[in-house]
């Protein structure tokens, strides 16, 4: 049984000009929209996350600062999930390889049809999302300024930076040099390509000092054979060809990249106006904290929150409790 609803999009036209008929966006809300409407909080989920597995980062447990007790949460998921429309769930002609190119653009332009047209939200409390939530998080401040209150993007940036998308070819390379892949267009699982991108990502998910603190002991686990087995629970066997879906819009993430603001980085900060605060990971290998230290000089009302960890990019995904105490009491402080 489904614990999800599902909006039809209809015929969507992503922002390559490609039309998928019957689209599908596939969410959950939790908790109740106030009389005043004004407690909507959206939160994109990450790379590898549905909301279910979202909504344990950001909610789960006691105190935490967003809560369905008192706030209306709307966990979408984004195209290329398996939930919402992907490669996996799509009949020909537009299944496997053949799916639309997708970007962070499209995955946001149909989340607020989702929050306008169906929920009938016109104003968002907060955004808020943890990596690829991050990215999420802050196309929706620029493309919807008057719409987004407070937003607080964790270990995620403006632009994927060329360090992150070169970090990011490197995992689409594993797959495309396993010959059962075939382009996309495989009849058995390609499992060699598939253990050969979780190898590479779990060296790259923590930082070097995490290891060198005794990272594999804060694990629970052995030896580091079993870190890349944790990767193979992650990733295997969902779809390649939805994963790499989402690693594509990963790649191309962009706020600017759009006819709003014609690939004007600064202009797309400038323009941002919600109240925010920027979280990177002090040692995220993915989202450099530099990065983010220089868009704040554009944004208009935000502050740059360094989560000291250790961690990685691992700070924002729910595994350090002190992380996300640290997290917590920063979006507490915005919203209240």
């Known amino acids: 049984?489904?614990?999800?609803?599902?909006?039809?999009?209809?015929?969507?036209?992503?922002?390559?000009?490609?039309?998928?008929?019957?689209?599908?966006?596939?969410?959950?809300?939790?908790?109740?929209?106030?009389?005043?409407?004004?407690?909507?909080?959206?939160?994109?989920?990450?790379?590898?996350?549905s909301h279910e597995s979202t909504a344990d980062?950001?909610?789960?447990?006691?105190?935490?600062?967003?809560?369905?007790?008192?706030?209306?949460?709307?966990?979408?998921?984004?195209?290329?999930?398996?939930?919402?429309?992907?490669?996996?769930?799509?009949?020909?002609?537009?299944?496997?390889?053949?799916?639309?190119?997708?970007?962070?653009?499209?995955?946001?332009?149909?989340?607020?049809?989702?929050?306008?047209?169906?929920?009938?939200?016109?104003?968002?409390?907060?955004?808020?999302?943890?990596?690829?939530?991050?990215?999420?998080?802050?196309?929706?401040?620029?493309?919807?300024?008057?719409?987004?209150?407070?937003?607080v993007p964790i270990c995620g940036t403006a632009k994927c930076s060329t360090h992150n998308w070169l970090f990011l070819e490197s995992l689409y390379t594993c797959l495309k040099t396993d010959p059962v892949f075939s382009e996309g267009n495989y009849s058995e699982y390609p499992i060699a390509g598939m253990k050969a991108f979780c190898a590479v990502y779990a060296a790259w998910l923590f930082s070097q000092e995490f290891f060198r603190q005794g990272g594999l002991d804060l694990l629970g686990l052995e030896n580091k054979d079993d870190l890349v087995n944790i990767l193979y629970e992650g990733f295997i066997p969902q779809d390649p060809n939805d994963l790499l879906t989402r690693i594509k819009a990963w790649q191309n993430a962009d706020i600017s990249a759009n006819d709003i603001y014609n690939s004007d980085l600064q202009l797309a900060l400038r323009s941002i106006t919600a109240k925010g605060i920027i979280m990177p990971s002090s040692t995220d290998q993915y989202f450099w904290s530099e990065d983010n230290r220089d868009e704040v000089k554009d944004l208009q009302n935000a502050e740059y929150k360094e989560i000291p960890s250790i961690w990685g990019h691992g700070a924002g995904g729910g595994r350090s409790v002190e992380d996300m105490r640290f997290v917590d009491r920063a979006i507490t402080e915005l919203i209240g």
Not at 63 to 73: L, T, Y
């Open 1 to 49: 049984m489904k614990d999800y609803e599902i909006f039809d999009l209809g015929d969507f036209r992503f922002q390559s000009g490609q039309v998928l008929p019957n689209s599908k966006l596939a969410y959950k809300t939790y908790g109740e929209l106030n009389s005043k409407r004004d407690n909507a909080i959206l939160i994109p989920v990450p790379v590898n996350g």
């Open 57 to 151: 980062i950001h909610m789960k447990g006691d105190g935490r600062a967003i809560s369905p007790k008192k706030h209306f949460v709307i966990i979408p998921n984004m195209f290329g999930n398996g939930l919402s429309s992907s490669p996996s769930n799509t009949p020909p002609p537009f299944s496997g390889p053949k799916f639309p190119d997708v970007t962070i653009f499209d995955n946001v332009i149909a989340q607020h049809k989702l929050i306008t047209e169906v929920l009938g939200i016109s104003k968002l409390k907060l955004v808020t999302g943890f990596s690829m939530g991050g990215l999420q998080t802050y196309h929706w401040a620029a493309m919807f300024p008057d719409m987004v209150e407070n937003f």
